[in-house]
């Protein structure tokens, strides 16, 4: 097999109290999810425990021992959550649906896993989010849009692609409550417009039944102009009557076709992609018309709202970037059908490493939405350095938008607190490939199970999630738990402090987006700027500049829009300041580049060391591999501090208060 299988490689383990369990599972098996479940349960217990498990139909009786599978509509559990509960050797998974069964059965596994005994277990849990949903950008020639752990196991040469990995792939995915996903690029170009025809359709939905069988709706990025790239027309107005009818008919076919089918996935009007803008309608008409669509086979249209416009001239100081999500959508709020739903990146620019949380969330209130995250790494190392994501993703979520007095976080929006809605939930950009460990650095693929797990759970801490992630991967040794923890804990904010400074991002390569660039965007037409000059940097998005900062609820507007109380590490997001400006901190701007930049690299060796101390206690090939991409970022980073020390040296002539050495 050319592939490892992450953190479900399993290890034995002999004296576990567990055993007792896991020599036989009752309950029905006929619906393919419940097969499934057993079908995990037998191999977690052949490969950890050697024990053989045996499948009895039914309900086990009194005195038995072992683990039911029990779905129980009477308890207090939504369609996906489940309770496991121990008593006098019989492990009953009860779970609102088949769904839950299955989550509940991978939780169960990762007692296993972990060492845990299930001897009087209590565990009940249900999902924070209805959406779990990953997004690949992959293409049908088998390369991947910001892909960094080689080439696409769902498409090579123009075809789809199922065999091992496909399975392999639902299980890694299921395992950590994963209910969705899109294959294919949002940016749908090529043959990928066809994938809603033959032959392709048929493969897909070949692989939606591998999906369904592990819970996973299958999900497809679409076309807006289809019907002039796939039907005769010369327009795709979503207004036109026979554009419409056309969509409604293309629909029926495809959900024949794939009846597993989710729904689909929609870059419309962004970067270059078509969309309702060209024929004077609004994101509202677009989406609405491929949702009557496919409302009578329960599809789901996904909207995104990365929507800007990517030729600003560097004269206009007005125009901005960062408030084109909010100005294009928010006005369009109540006008979505019930069966659409936006999906919002999680700031209002592009994944960098810093930004503030976008203003559409909170700024909406009868819109489903959907918080997009990247966990494949475009502009955090991708997957060269290590940076553990699931911090970032808390902070988002935990971010109060102040649109009603309680239940007001992104958490709650997402989850369908706030507003009751049914269709919400989160989505990654995904992090895989067909290298043999998934993710190319051995520590990215704790963002891929992070994800999914904060995504089921979002009240687990980041630093639950990766110890469990650490134990499921690499066993329980403690000084192997508490250095990899001390690693993934510590890369987010090391990689902020090499980075561009305080919330400003951008300062990358352009195009491929790796590497230090001050200049690359400042002088490019996306309107990405920094605005450094001899005297300050940073961009006036305050009401006195392009008015960014009133998007917010109040007390966020004035909390961003006041330069002394916007915190500082979104200060230069928010306003444009001199070079000697003190910081909340106490030190300026430039010393705090300065130090920030040094401290960055120091934290680079020390993950780079606390790995080499694990030599010989984690599996050789995961050492070298990691090591030598650890040893990359070191340079790396070292590389990143010394670029932008010496531009804002150059810059302002004011040296380092610590007198080190600026090239
Ligand atoms: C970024 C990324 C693109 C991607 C786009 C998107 O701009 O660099 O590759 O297509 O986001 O989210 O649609």
Redesign the pocket.
Known sequence: MDFEQAWLSYRKRTDDTNRQYFAAVYGEFEEPVMNTAFLEIERAAAEILDVKTERKRGMPEPGATGIWLKTDPEEALSEEGYHISERDGLVVIAAGGVRGILYGSFACIRYLQTGRTLRGAELRENPSNPLRILNH?DNMDGSI??GYSGKSFFFRDQEVLINERTVAYARLAASVGINGVVIN???VRGNATRLIEEPYASKVAEMAKIFADYGIRLFLSLNFAAPMELGDFDTADPLDEEVREWWKEKMGEVFTRIPNLGGFLV?AD??GRPGPFTYGRDHADGANMLAEAVKPYGGIIIW?C?VYNCQQDWRDYKTDRARSGYDNFASLDGRFLDNVILQV?NGPM??QVREPVHPLFGGMKETNQILEVQIAQ?YTGQQRHVCYLIPMFREILAFRTYCSETEDTVADIVSGRTWGNKLCGMAA?ANTGDDVNWTGHDMAAANLYGFGRLSFQTDLTAEEIAEEWIVCTFGDDSEVREKILKILMMSWPAYEKYNAPLGIGWMVNPNF?YGPSVDGYEYSRWGTYHRADHEGLGVDRSDRGTGYAMQYNEPNASLYNDLDSCPDELKLFFHHVPYTYRLRSGKTVLQHIYDTHFEGVADAEKMKELWQSLEGKVPERIYRRALERLEHQVWHAAEWRDQINSYFFRKTGIGDEQGREIY
């Open positions: 950008w849009e910001r690029n949002v940016n870059k962004s970067e995104r990365f990146k592009d994944f475009e950009v987006h």
